[in-house]
C-alpha cells in the first residue's frame, strides 16, 4: 500500500486509474453545457455565495481527506504504532463531530456561519500543527489526543455551518443538488 511507496514507487494501475478520472472530469464540464438537462445547473454554479461555499467546503474536505491518510499513516512510522491503533487514535473525530454537529449547526443560526467557520478553520490548523510535532518516542495517548481534540473541535464547528450554508446559497428548488455536491 502507501507506506510502500516509496520503496516500489506508483504503481502504473493507479496512475492509470488517476489519469482517467482527471480525463473524465475534464470533459464531464463541456458536456454538460451542451445538456438539454444538466445534472448541475450552470446558473447555480454562477451564484456567488453557491460558488465560495462550495470552494470552501473543497478546501477543508480535500484538506481533512489528505489529514485522514497521512495522519495514520505518521503514526505508524514516527511513533511505531499499528495499523488498527493508528486509525483509532482518529476515533474521537468521529465521535466529537456525531455528538456535538447538531449544536454547532444550531449555534451558526444564532450567530452566523462565519465566525465558526473562521474559528473552525483556526483550530483545525492548530490541531494539525500539534500533530505535526510528533517525534519518534512520543507516547501515542499523551501526544496524539491534544491534536486530534483539537482537529475535532474545529471540525465540529466548521462542518454542520458549512453545510447549511451550501444548502441555503442553492435554494429549495436545486437542495438535492447541493446536497449531492457538498457531499
Request: net charge positive; proline share 5%; aromatic share 2%.
Amino acid at each position: 500500500g502507501l507506506g510502500r511507496a516509496a520503496e516500489r514507487g506508483v504503481e502504473l494501475a493507479a496512475l492509470a486509474a488517476t489519469l482517467a478520472a482527471a480525463l473524465a472530469l475534464a470533459l464531464l464540464a463541456p458536456a454538460e453545457r451542451r445538456a438539454a438537462d444538466p445534472l448541475l445547473p450552470p446558473a447555480l454554479i454562477r451564484g456567488r455565495a453557491f460558488a465560495v461555499a462550495n470552494a470552501l467546503t473543497l478546501v477543508v474536505w480535500g484538506a481533512l481527506g489528505v489529514l485522514l491518510l497521512l495522519v495514520p499513516v505518521g503514526l505508524q512510522v514516527v511513533l511505531g504504532l499499528g495499523a488498527a491503533a493508528a486509525g483509532a487514535a482518529l476515533a474521537p473525530v468521529t465521535v466529537l463531530m456525531a455528538l456535538f454537529s447538531g449544536r454547532s449547526a444550531r449555534l451558526a443560526e444564532r450567530v452566523g456561519a462565519r465566525p465558526l467557520l473562521v474559528a473552525g478553520a483556526l483550530l483545525v490548523a492548530g490541531g494539525m500543527a500539534l500533530l505535526a510535532r510528533l517525534e519518534p518516542g512520543d507516547r501515542s495517548l499523551r501526544d496524539v489526543l491534544p491534536g486530534v481534540l483539537v482537529l475535532a473541535l474545529g471540525l465540529v464547528l466548521a462542518v454542520a455551518p458549512l453545510t447549511a450554508l451550501v444548502m441555503a446559497s442553492a435554494g429549495t428548488g436545486h437542495a438535492g443538488i447541493a446536497s449531492a455536491l457538498n457531499n
